[in-house]
């Protein structure tokens, strides 16, 4: 038995309806990459609406971008929605990270522009948002992608994959050749208090030696001090505050790969584990147990009586329900 498992056998605490936001919230910031103004609007949504973008501003037609697995469009130093050519929206990582971990499974966001707000280059904007916002809970039940057997993907020397856990749990490894970084491990049962406190605040990062290039390539142009750690060629964090964590860098990969998995179209129960990952690998490897019916099962929490603690009972799934790929 893994050290996972064991660790699951105190249970998992599941909420047995779907939520949305209680009220309207707004957001204004850069894109990380674009370097361009955006605002970003969050508004309740109805049951089984799930996560959805839409453009509003005058480049784009406007149409609906689900937030799903089925709809990456691009992994390169972030997840991008929807067609790079048409109707898209990049950098939606650390948003869904948020909406996954403070337990929202259903907003209708307006967008004018192609890319999130980096903010401070960490969740924090958005779990203080929904929170001021307030949380409102459905009538419709929510349904759970519960982990039944290991399922894993190798790309290179990365690898990830997931287990049977009673929970929902991350566990990421990294390994740069920076001493400023070196080998960190963090493994984290992600509830909203543990997001919040743990995983949320840990920000993007980069290289200074990277910078030319990213900006050559059209990346980067909103990257500053304000919303990224940025590693200078002395191996030093250049930032005059430092790090909020002395290992924040595997917390923001941890960030980044909540976000990722959140485009499951439902939440997991289970493991996730990753080794030198990055968005590239969390897509693969969520692609790779979507396609396998028999490494998981679709759940739902259900009542036997008055007074009685909910438990976890398998239910059937539409054919077009979003973790079918």
């Known amino acids: 038995m893994t050290h996972a498992e064991r660790a699951g056998l105190s249970g998992v605490k599941l909420f047995e309806y779907q ?23 969050f508004m309740p949504a109805e ?36 067609n790079p050519a048409g109707d898209h929206v990049a950098t939606v990582e650390h948003l869904m990270a948020a909406l996954m971990a403070m337990g929202i499974d259903n907003v209708a966001i307006e967008i004018d522009g192609p890319e999130v707000p980096i903010m401070d280059g960490s969740a924090n904007a958005f779990v203080e948002a929904f929170r001021n916002a307030g949380i409102r809970q459905l009538s419709e039940k929510r349904r759970y992608i519960r982990i039944v057997k290991p399922v894993r993907i190798d790309i290179g020397s990365s690898w990830a994959e997931f287990r049977p856990y009673d929970g929902t749990r991350f566990e990421i490894e990294i390994d740069f050749d920076s001493p400023a970084i070196g080998h960190q491990f963090l493994a984290v049962d992600v509830t909203p ?22 900006w050559a390539a059209g990346y980067a142009l909103g990257s500053s001090l304000e919303n990224s750690v940025v590693i200078g060629d002395d191996h030093r964090v250049i ?18 790969a909540v976000g990722d998995l959140a485009l499951a179209g439902a939440r997991f129960i289970g493991c996730f584990r990753s080794y030198r990952g990055g968005h590239r690998v969390n897509a693969a490897a969520l692609r ?33 329900a979003p973790w079918v790929i």
Do not use: W, Y
């Open 47 to 82: 049951p089984d609406t799930g996560i959805v973008f839409r453009r509003v501003d005058e480049q784009a037609s406007g149409k609906a971008i689900r937030a799903l697995a089925t709809e990456v469009g691009a992994t390169d130093l972030c997840t991008g929605l929807g």
């Open 193 to 214: 208090e543990s997001f919040a406190r743990e995983i949320g605040p840990a920000r993007t990062f980069g290289f200074i030696r990277d910078v030319e290039r990213l």
């Open 239 to 256: 930032n005059a505050g430092g790090l909020r964590f002395e290992n924040e860098f595997v917390r923001h990969k941890m960030l980044d």
């Open 288 to 320: 790779h147990l979507l396609s396998d019916r028999s490494a998981f099962e679709v759940v739902e929490t259900t009542r036997r009586g008055p007074g009685r603690a909910a438990e976890m009972v398998a239910v059937s799934s539409a054919v077009h």
């Open 19 to 41: 939520s949305t936001l209680r009220s309207r919230c707004s957001l204004e910031g850069v894109g990380v990459h674009t370097g361009a103004a955006v605002s970003i609007h």
